[in-house]
């Protein structure tokens, strides 16, 4: 690999790594390259190289289960994303301080709602210089705890009935259900009661088998079937 020797790019400061500048530092640690060697080829600090590296390296195991440690680009960006989303909320809360302090009062005060107070600053002059949350952002702040406010301080919110899914019922009458058979045929002790099944490939190709065990004896009858469908069932 061909790298400059006298390299005369000047430092960049406060901006991440790239993917190629991640790659570089792959490239140039398995050529053996000093940190102080990588950090000039990039023009980068060596500290921010040595904090990359130690992000990126993990350990692994050889085949005879001796580890080693080896530096990864996607771990160490993964960890970096991963930190950078852990401090954004902090530093939100932090910007929009006023707002904050604002919204607190007339949930608590005035009994206001989230919505309005996010309108009612949306519509005023002396916030439109200031940092605004969403109403959806001041819920999930409520919900985790990061104001003084409580769900029980919003009239409007316990009202609120949840997204409940219900399954759909099938209005089609398709006979007695099996939890209604008569308790002789749960304990096997008289002969002919029959259990019917149908069993279907994985494949759309394969045939149809339509199975009946007797739950006394369990001596079971199996018959191919042309389709799967209640009319050749009942045929057979």
Request: hydrophobic fraction near 35%.
């Amino acid at each position: 690999m061909e790298v400059q020797e006298q390299c005369t790019t000047s430092a960049r400061s406060f901006e991440h790594l790239s993917e190629y500048e991640h790659g570089m530092i792959k490239a140039l640690l398995d050529e053996k390259r000093s940190i102080r060697y990588i950090a000039r080829q990039l023009g980068r600090h060596p500290s921010t190289i040595l904090r990359e590296i130690r992000r990126g390296t993990v350990k692994q195991l050889r085949s005879d289960l001796t580890e080693f440690k080896a530096y990864y680009p996607e771990t160490g960006q993964a960890i970096y994303k991963r930190n950078r989303s852990a401090c954004v909320k902090p530093f939100k809360v932090a910007e929009a301080a006023n707002f904050l302090e604002f919204a607190e009062n007339k949930m608590i005060e005035e009994k206001w709602s989230p919505d309005a107070i996010v309108g009612y600053c949306r519509h005023h002059q002396e916030w439109q210089q200031q940092i605004i949350l969403s109403t959806k952002t001041l819920y999930n702040y409520i919900d985790q705890g990061l104001l003084r406010v409580r769900n029980i301080d919003l009239p409007l919110k316990v009202r609120r009935r949840p997204n409940k899914r219900t399954a759909k019922q099938c209005k089609r009458v398709r006979g007695t259900s099996i939890d209604e058979r008569p308790e002789e045929i749960n304990i096997r002790e008289e002969f002919g009661h029959w259990e019917i099944d149908t069993i279907t490939g994985k494949r759309s190709g394969d045939g149809v088998l339509l199975t009946m065990t007797e739950r006394k004896t369990r001596a079971e009858i199996i018959i191919p079937l042309a389709a799967k469908t209640g009319w050749i069932c009942r045929r057979v």
